[in-house]
Every structure is written in C-alpha cells, then in structure tokens.
C-alpha cells in the first residue's frame, strides 16, 4: 500500500479560537465545518496532543507539533512536577486550559500524556516524553 499527501513534524492548520501567547500549550484537532482547525481542550479527557509552536489569533493560520515518543516537547506546567512524574491535562479552568500537570493523588481518572523529564515550576514550559498512557483511574 502506498501512501501520499502525507507530513512529517509540524503542520500548519487554523487557529479555532485566539490562541495568541499560547506557546506550548495543548490544543486538540477539531474542524469547522469540514474545515481542520485546533482549539484548546475544554475537557481533561479531551485528545490535546499538539503543541503550539507558533500561536495566531482566530481563523489565522499557526503551527502546532503532534506529540510522538521519538521527540520530547515543552508543555506549559501547572503547578510543580519531577523527573518521572506522569504529566496529564490541568483541570480545565480557563488560564489553564491546555497546560499540563503532574497526576494528581485525587482520586479520578485521567489521560495520560507523558512522562516529566526534569523537575518544574508553575508556569514553566517544562520538558515532557510524550508516551500514551491512556487513562489512568487513581
């Protein structure tokens, strides 16, 4: 089988919502009436698996990275993490809507999305493997 019109890394698609100083952040892939566009997730159980590497405002084209184990990414931190912690979407709480934390002790389920390979503070853009944990029900 033979594949074409196929990308490697980056891509640039269509900013669903302002996404201006949104660097690092998560965003998930969504459309507008057909049309491919990313947003910022509106639940932790959404699918955010791109980084923004280049923001734009609404309906202007950006940059984003899907996330693979064969390249580690920064992601903007909410709240604090160490080397091996397992990183999931923060609580969905406007300023933090597409910043990861590390998994919380709370009991809930969550989505897995990496792992932290160094120690960070809030606000950080802190450096992340990307592995696909899945849910994780603590």
Same mark, same amino acid.
């Given at each position: 089988?033979?594949?074409?019109?196929?990308?490697?890394?980056?891509?640039?698609?269509?900013?669903? /919502?302002?996404?201006?100083?949104?660097?690092?952040?998560?965003?998930?892939?969504?459309?507008?009436?057909?049309?491919?566009? &990313?947003?910022?997730?509106?639940?932790?159980?959404?699918?955010?698996?791109? &980084?923004?590497?280049?923001?734009?405002?609404?309906?202007?084209?950006?940059?984003?990275?899907?996330?693979?184990?064969?390249?580690?990414?920064?992601?903007?931190?909410?709240?604090?993490?160490?080397?091996?912690?397992?990183?999931?979407?923060?609580?969905?709480?406007?300023?933090?809507?597409?910043?990861?934390?590390?998994?919380?002790?709370?009991?809930?389920?969550?989505?897995?999305?990496?792992?932290?390979?160094?120690?960070?503070?809030? /606000?950080?853009?802190?450096?992340?493997?990307?592995?696909?944990?899945?849910?994780?029900?603590?």
């Amino acid at each position: 089988m033979s594949q074409s019109n196929t990308r490697v890394g980056d891509i640039r698609v269509l900013a669903g /919502e302002d996404l201006t100083g949104k660097e690092g952040y998560l965003v998930k892939m969504t459309h507008d009436t057909g049309v491919a566009e &990313v947003k910022l997730p509106a639940a932790v159980s959404d699918y955010a698996v791109y &980084v923004v590497i280049e923001a734009a405002e609404d309906g202007e084209l950006c940059t984003v990275r899907p996330m693979f184990g064969d390249r580690n990414v920064r992601i903007k931190l909410a709240g604090t993490c160490n080397p091996g912690d397992f990183m999931c979407l923060a609580a969905i709480a406007n300023s933090d809507n597409g910043q990861v934390r590390a998994l919380p002790a709370a009991s809930s389920t969550y989505r897995g999305l990496g792992i932290a390979e160094e120690a960070g503070v809030d /606000e950080q853009l802190v450096l992340v493997r990307p592995v696909s944990l899945g849910n994780i029900v603590t």
